[in-house]
Every structure is written in C-alpha cells, then in structure tokens.
Nanobody, 115 residues
Framework: QVQLVESGGGLVQFGGSMSLSCAAS????????MGWYRQAPGKQRELVAI???????NYGDSVKGRFTLSRDSAKNTVLLQMNGLKPEDSAVYYCHAVLLGENYWGQGTQVTVSS
C-alpha cells in the first residue's frame, strides 16, 4: 500500500503560478505510475500530468507547455509546477499512484484561479 499526501493549492490570479506537492509513504521508485489528475464541478476527472510505467511523462492537452511534472526521489515526492494559470484550471487536484496494479488517490487539494 501507499499513502499520498498532497500540499499546495489555494487561490491564484489569472496568469499566475502555483506548485503542488505529493508525498508518498514509500519509495517512489517502487511506484509504477504517479502524477496528478483534476476534477472540476460537473466534469469528469481528467489527466493533468503523470509519470507512466514506460518511463514517459504524459500531460493533458490543456496543460501542455504550461505545467511541469518532476520528482524528488530523496523526499519520495512528485511536484507539479503550474504556470500561466487560467480560470479553467480551477479544480480539485488529486495525486494518483499505481502500485502492484492497485490505484491509490490522495485526498485532493483545491486550486482556484480568479479571472
């Protein structure tokens, strides 16, 4: 099992930047997939950015070029740097991991971008 603890989030103005952090309770090198999804009210949960099990980093189309996913293995942490934020980026952001075929989710953190 793995526990995911998110930090960051809050209110930011249009065009601003924000970073989110997800700390895992175990070495992230053992986790095959790890990254972020988001869900806005009335919408389905969608991919933001994720390290996939083939070694690639995949981004949702709406965030490409603005968001960057990175990892700090020493801290068992995955970081999401968000730049050029837009009101449509407002959502609850969830950290996600896959370990031995099981899906794990963080509790979610709210990001609100004011126009």
């Amino acid at each position: 099992q793995v526990q995911l603890v998110e930090s960051g989030g809050g209110l930011v103005q249009f065009g601003g930047s924000m970073s989110l952090s997800c700390a895992a309770s175990r070495t992230i090198g053992t986790i095959t997939v790890m990254g972020w999804y988001r869900q806005a009210p009335g919408k389905q949960r969608e991919l933001v950015a994720i390290f996939s099990n083939d070694g690639n980093t995949n981004y949702g189309d709406s965030v490409k070029g603005r968001f960057t996913l990175s990892r700090d293995s020493a801290k068992n942490t995955v970081l999401l740097q968000m730049n050029g934020l837009k009101p449509e980026d407002s959502a609850v952001y969830y950290c996600h991991a896959v370990l031995l075929g099981e899906n794990y989710w963080g509790q979610g953190t709210q990001v609100t971008v004011s126009s």
